[in-house]
């Protein structure tokens, strides 16, 4: 409104690196307050926004793509034909899921919802190495029909494989935006 002094929504982003078998598949996700957090009077209020239409998610997805493949041409990371074939691919790995909503007194849901976004690599509990067949088996969370429940490896193989799961160095793997974004004259 006319009388805010600043407005802003809350954004964290949680990079990571990994897919469900111990790949590497590097995406993001995102927790996003519905709305704005503004001081109106020197108090601090929240303002809802509405729940984006399908349309709308989908157009977000569209310009996402768009920018990404932008900044790879520019980086160099792809040839502007790998950029071509990307963009004239219907599923091209660009996705936004944002039907997952967590109510402003749900606690729990926001907590569960976070270490889900926090959660590492590989659940040591669905881990198991075998010292005398030097093998490593894994049973991911999520298979598609027909894939095996328990994955193997030689440990030489798995060592190799998660290796490429550890950020380079410095990488911050959580980021804060928005009404949290350190900068922010709301943080406080």
């Known amino acids: 409104g006319a009388d805010a002094d600043s ?4 954004l964290l982003e949680f990079l990571q690196r990994f897919g469900s078998k111990a790949n590497l598949h ?21 303002e809802p926004a509405a729940a984006p239409t ?3 998610v989908e157009a977000m997805v569209v310009q996402i793509k768009r920018r990404v493949i932008r900044r790879f041409l520019r980086l160099g990371a792809i040839t ?14 660009f996705s936004l899921h944002a039907a997952t909503c967590v109510a402003a007194d749900d606690r729990e849901g926001l907590k569960r919802l976070l270490q889900y976004c926090t959660r590492p690599a590989i659940a ?3 881990m198991q190495y075998l010292p005398d067949k030097e093998l490593v088996r894994y049973a991911p969370l999520k298979t598609q029909p027909g894939e095996p429940v328990v994955v193997e490896w030689h440990a030489l193989e798995f060592l190799s494989r998660f290796s490429k ?21 709301l943080r406080p």
């Open 26 to 46: 590097v995406h993001v996700h995102a927790v996003l307050s519905d709305g704005c957090f503004l001081v109106r009077r020197g108090a601090l209020v929240f």
């Open 124 to 126: 040591l509990k669905r």
């Open 165 to 185: 799961l550890v950020p380079p160095p410095w990488l911050n793997l959580v980021r804060y935006a928005g009404a949290l974004g350190p900068r922010s004259p």
């Open 7 to 10: 407005a802003a929504p809350v």
């Open 80 to 93: 502007p034909e790998i950029a071509a074939e990307i963009m004239a691919r219907e599923h091209s790995g």
């Open 54 to 56: 399908s349309d709308e």
